[in-house]
């Protein structure tokens, strides 16, 4: 595929998904929920409509399960999912010979803002609870507030944070202009998640974003 109006602005390869991360995945997956353990790969891209022949080449050429597909105004995103590692990594040579690109053409990932919050108050608490799909936020607890772009990458990040500390993973979005993550725990532990997903997000080579 050529042509200077796409652009590949996320290639995200997940190699182990955390139990925390799978389970959070279930409740908003549209298609095969996946569990922990499993290899996924995340691709975002403009024009967005480029998801719906690009999964059906991924899903028919190799022994992928299609968890999500989306359109939205901007970008499109769609992710895949297996227990074989060599699987995902097959789906990602697919993507990238389909629509002739490199790894190194993905959009570079950008930490937008982070903050961390201590002694989380219970009414503050309360509201962020509303909004949760993930574990419940409580009182007096630490919480990391993470905004990347291109959205994709906070799938990253989540899964990253998780490995390195016993944290709470409360909330994530990976639709739109920024990716979106909300974690809870001791300030320590906090803190060293904060630490491994800045560590991933930095980590992911590519060109500057436009």
Partial sequence: ???DSFQLRAYCHIDRMQPQFAAFIGTITQGDPPVEGMASLYVEMAPGNWVFPMVDQVVKSTDVRPGTQIVEREFGMFEVH???QADVLRAGEVVLETLDRRIEDRVKPQVASMQVITNVNPYQAQLLNRFNRGT?????QTM??????????ITL???EAEKAAPVWLNHFSSVGVYGRLW???SESDILAARDAA???IESITGKPGA
């Fill in 136 to 140: 419940m936020i409580v009182a007096g």
């Fill in 183 to 185: 974690m809870s725990g």
């Fill in 198 to 200: 800045i560590t991933a």
């Fill in 157 to 159: 990040a989540a899964n």
């Fill in 82 to 84: 297996s227990m074989s």
């Fill in 144 to 153: 990391l507030v993470l905004e990347v772009a291109p959205a994709a990458y």
């Fill in 1 to 3: 595929m050529n042509g």
